[in-house]
Nanobody, 124 residues
Framework: QVQLVESGGGLVQAGGSLRLSCAASGRTFSTYDMGWFRQAPGKEREFVAA?????????NYADSVKGRFTISRDNAKNTVYLQMNSLKPEDTAVYYCAARRGTGRDLSREYDYWGQGTQVTVSS
């Protein structure tokens, strides 16, 4: 079982930056693929970014955030990060951290563990 706690959300103006953090419990963090998803009001939850557990740590991004968001992980701290730059009002959503046992394949889906979410609001 993995417990995930997100932090770092808040209110920012368009063009600004935020860094989200997700702290994971347990001693097997390094063996998990980690992802970020988001859900805007009235919309379905969507994939944002993910990073694989494997050496080399392949990453995957939604087209809407490529070039603006960067996912990274620090296995020593059991933490995954999402650096968000050049934020836009359409990035406003609750952002969720997710984990699954590492496969390194199709990082955009089939996650088993979820955090409670952190609100990101981008004003125009």
């Amino acid at each position: 079982q993995v417990q995930l706690v997100e932090s770092g959300g808040g209110l920012v103006q368009a063009g600004g930056s935020l860094r989200l953090s997700c702290a994971a419990s347990g001693r097997t963090f390094s063996t998990y693929d980690m992802g970020w998803f988001r859900q805007a009001p009235g919309k379905e939850r969507e994939f944002v970014a993910a990073i694989a557990w494997i050496v080399g740590r392949s990453t995957n991004y939604a087209d809407s955030v490529k070039g603006r968001f960067t996912i990274s992980r620090d296995n020593a701290k059991n933490t995954v990060y999402l650096q968000m730059n050049s934020l836009k009002p359409e990035d406003t959503a609750v952002y969720y951290c997710a984990a699954r046992r590492g496969t390194g394949r199709d990082l955009s889906r089939e996650y088993d563990y979820w955090g409670q979410g952190t609100q990101v609001t981008v004003s125009s």
